[in-house]
């Protein structure tokens, strides 16, 4: 189901000269976020917050004209087509439409370029020009914010630094928010003084008391910063267990014993497993310390060939409501979730990964919050990704420390498996494409991110597939992670039902790399170019694609971008493309994949001058003629 909206109300607004659904689109970034076409969106959320539906119409100026329909809390743009147009009210009464000053759309532009797009000198240096000399503060304090994150990001600390000092100077308002990563930069940076002053001088914020671990000099000392952030959160202290070890594996119940609520709707909590036998017993702990008593914990060991299997074994002889699942054969960890769904028995369902730490009350907190709160179907907790020994290492594109927790969501378990089958078995990014499914069908307010503070810790590891280069994410979208949300995105546009068959064909093209994990791919022909809007270029390659499905050959595209291109465009492809992708017989290369073809075309007419970090390596026969780093190739060859 969509949200709750009229279907004739969208109909008319369809057919409505005032609504412009590709200037909404363009206008207002989250409904790009959200599976929902503009006029919907509008429908259902643009009305409520007096957004402009188009260039024609300005809903707040509306407004502010004509207090009467304010004070009624009539949609301006309903009230103007029944009746204010009639009565001579002006559409654009003394106002511009509520776009965003062309600077600051530019500066959104080239973050995009920079963080998405992959480019690098090119928006680094329009960027920085904007942060040090653009009249447009707002603008100026955006473009200084994003190079500092991405310097900080890259481990170039001294630039970090002052990149967000020359944020601060511009405008000083987000220190309560950037001083994590602020201190954070300064302590890399070993100047100890710096960060302790930062710290001292901005709001306290569990995020900060996080950061504090940074330059701690003893375990006490970063556990009383963990300790400060929970409280700060409303949350029971840890200890640290007695002996060796990293201190994430040592965290403990300050208070032994657990006392929590025995009787209650039971949770099932579902632990994919693969060789995880040097991390699992910290999550079995974890999970056996909630101070929630009704639960069954579902370890689904998923093929392991370490001892994995005989320390949940030995859990679960100890603990009845450990269960042990055995798998034959390997399905990766959203195919062994599926297994666990199969034989969860809770009214609730949640997850919990091999490797990670929970706060005792994880598991009641967010019971407690269904409980208390019918309006929502499902909810989740936030986290923090840390090191072993405590510290934090990924931030939110707004630097926050602490964010949502995807495995965290809640959902009763007969909603997961009869309106939604469960998790797609790709590699990585299931769980956010099952929440999006989730808030396709019931709304987007029906799951709810109350700010928990960091009830669980997520143990950043180099070898997991959330740390890989190729399906990485740190703080933004890119190579394979956003085409699959692209792919993801137009298919729940678009489905008669979000129901997926575990272990059944998956009902929306992915990437290869995601699907398979860097087989190598091959293909007929591979276009490259700039496939962001309908100009020359695109017109030709839906020729070549239609002159490819009538003889039968495999096709695969790669989109481009340049800095000269048009704010207008944003980074995905165009409708006319995206539509005819089918994963099949024309496919998205990403980053990370290795591909070989019988002919590699770049789309005429442009000029694409600067390296990309998010490009695939293309093999013309054996010859390469695009890979990460390099400037994209033209076209090298006339082979017919």
Known sequence: MRPKVDPEAVARLRRSPWFDAAWYARTYADVARLPLDPATHYAWLGAYLARDPGPQFAARAYLAAN?????????????????????????????????????????KHLRDLLETGGLDAGPRAALAEMAMGEADPEAAAGAAEALGLMALHRGEVAEARAWLTRRQEI?????????????????????????????????????????????????????????????????????????????MDRLIPATPGG???????????????????????????????????????????????????????????????????????????????????????????????ADDWSHPDRLRHQVEFLLSNPGHVGCLSQQARCMPDLRPCR???????????????????????DCLGGWDAVRVSADSELLRRVRHLFGESAVAMPETGPLALQRASGGSATGEGATGMDWFYYGV???????????????????????????????????????????????????TMRDAGVTQLLDWLEEDRAAGRRAALVPLYDLSMSEEAGLSLHPSLRDIVDGVAVRVLCHGEVVRCARYRRLPGQAVTEPHRYLPVILEKDQTVLSPGAVPAQEVTETP
């Open 67 to 107: 207090p009467d329909v304010a004070a009624a809390g009539l949609d301006p743009l309903t009230h103007y087509q029944s009746a204010g147009r009639a009565e001579g009210r002006a559409a654009h009464p003394g106002a511009g439409p509520a776009r965003a000053p062309a600077a600051l759309r530019r500066f």
């Open 171 to 247: 405008s000083g308002a987000a220190l309560a928010r950037l001083a994590p990563v602020m201190a954070i930069a300064a302590a890399r940076d070993g100047d100890r003084a710096a960060a302790e002053t930062l710290a001292a001088q901005a709001p306290a914020s569990p995020g900060l008391h996080l950061a504090r671990i940074w330059w701690a000099g003893t375990e006490a000392e970063a556990l009383a910063s963990l300790n400060a952030a929970l409280g700060l959160a409303g949350h029971a202290p840890v200890a640290l267990a007695d002996g060796a070890g990293a201190l």
């Open 259 to 353: 006392g929590g609520a025995a009787q209650g709707p039971l949770v099932s909590v579902l632990m994919a497993a693969h060789d995880s036998a040097a991390t699992i017993e910290t999550a079995l702990r974890a999970m056996q310390a909630q101070s929630w008593r009704a639960f069954e914990l579902l370890v689904i060991d998923d093929a392991s060939t370490d001892a994995t299997a005989d320390i949940v074994a030995a859990h679960a002889a100890r603990d009845p409501r450990i269960r042990l699942i055995r798998l034959a054969q390997n399905r990766g960890a959203y195919g062994a979730r599926n297994a666990g769904l199969a034989e969860a028995r809770g009214r609730f369902v949640t997850l919990h990964d």
């Open 395 to 417: 931030w939110t594109g707004t630097g926050a420390l602490i964010f949502e927790n995807m495995t965290s969501l809640m959902l009763p378990t007969d909603l997961v498996r």
């Open 481 to 531: 992670r956003r085409e699959y949300y692209e792919a993801q995105r137009h298919h729940h546009a678009r489905a008669l039902h979000l129901w997926y068959r575990p272990g059944g064909a998956r009902p929306f093209p992915a990437p290869a790399r995601l699907c398979s994990g860097g087989a190598e791919v091959t293909c007929d022909r591979v276009y490259a170019g700039l496939m």
